[in-house]
């Protein structure tokens, strides 16, 4: 069997800077010969610095004009579900940046394409892969906390706007923080709480310090008047089997902190936190705060992309089951209509 034929849809900051190092990381097993995007000037600079034959600026041009195994989408939200739709249809098993899709319609019309063709599909769910995550998964199947009953994420930031449109116009992203990096921690925790079934769902969110002129971005100005996204969002969501997860997302938050992307994991045995991996417990009536000591170095957008060509070529059901993937972006999904109703949603 030759080389997988691979090609990349979207050429900014996310595909140069993560999900190349990846596809280089397997070139015994990969070629990438294609690209595309709209925007002519910056794919063409991606293929040259990447020496990639294929240049487009529509992905249907170039899923016709290319026999592709797998095509990787790195394009603003809006674009995650016809570029994927359209890539399983034409045979290509496909791996998508978060979020998969910013509607569970759109995640169902994704997985039911791949299902029809008999091809693949995976949310580049990143944070899962890297070592920390993997400890932390190790520690929690391992029993040490016992029932886990409740946890609490966070993906908040003290000043760190992104400044391009595909994060605070809403037409390309679907929403702000929430779809940004509250979708890492989410999925991060769901995981590790064993993906129980979401049951209700109750949040608020509004925009409270983006518009302002007064406010510093750590990472440049932003345009004030584009951003029509919420800056800071607070949800509570119930499973099937008693638990409780808490979620915090935010671009701009008054905090100590420049930034705290966690989770903390409470159960009947234990209790434990992501990133530190410190395991909290009682054992003979003496309490104990016990820390890793040592966390395998991984790369979590590497680490995703071998999973991936892992389960095409062993045709393995991908480590990121797109069903999870729908659950995630229903949680979410719900904590807006939560959120402008002013009341809790129950999910189906």
Request: aromatic share 8%; charged share 25%.
């Amino acid at each position: 069997m030759g080389k997988l034929r691979v090609a990349i849809a979207g050429s900014g900051g996310i595909a140069r800077g993560a999900h190349m190092r990846g596809w280089q990381a397997v070139a015994d097993t990969c070629d990438v010969v294609a690209c595309c995007d709209v925007d002519e000037k910056r794919v063409k600079a991606f293929a040259t610095d990447f020496k990639i034959p294929g240049v487009y600026t529509d992905f249907r041009r170039m899923l016709a004009g290319e026999k592709l195994d797998i095509v990787d989408i790195c394009t603003p939200n809006k674009f995650h579900s016809p570029i994927s739709v359209a890539a399983s249809r034409a045979g290509a098993h496909v791996i998508c940046e978060k979020p998969l899709a910013t509607s569970t319609k759109e995640v169902e019309g994704m997985i039911r394409a791949a299902e029809k063709s008999k091809r693949l599909l995976m949310c580049a769910q990143s944070t899962r892969f890297n070592g920390q995550a993997q400890t932390m998964k190790n520690i929690v199947d391992a029993g040490t906390l016992g029932n886990i009953y409740y946890c609490r994420a966070q993906a908040i930031r003290r000043r760190f706007v992104p400044t391009a449109p595909g994060f605070i116009k809403k037409a390309l992203s679907g929403g702000g923080p929430i779809y940004d990096i509250g979708v890492h921690i989410l999925d991060l925790s769901y995981w590790l709480m064993g993906a129980p079934k979401p049951v209700t769902v109750s949040a608020m969110m509004g925009t409270f310090l983006a518009k302002r002129h007064d406010i510093i971005g750590m990472w440049g100005e932003w345009d004030r008047k584009m951003y029509d996204v919420e800056d800071f969002a607070v949800g509570m969501i119930r499973f099937d089997n008693g638990a409780a997860l808490t979620l915090e997302c935010s671009f701009l938050l008054n905090m100590k902190e420049h930034e705290r992307f966690a989770t903390s994991l409470f159960g009947t045995e234990a209790g434990a936190n992501y990133p530190e991996l410190e395991v909290h417990g009682e054992t003979n009536r003496v309490l104990y705060d016990q820390k890793v000591s040592y966390v395998p170095q991984m790369s979590g957008h590497v680490e995703e992309i071998k999973s991936f060509v892992d389960s095409v070529i062993n045709n393995k059901p991908v480590a990121v089951p797109p069903e999870q993937t729908l659950q995630v972006i229903r949680m979410l999904e719900a904590m807006y209509t939560s959120a402008e109703k002013k009341a809790e949603v129950k999910l189906r």
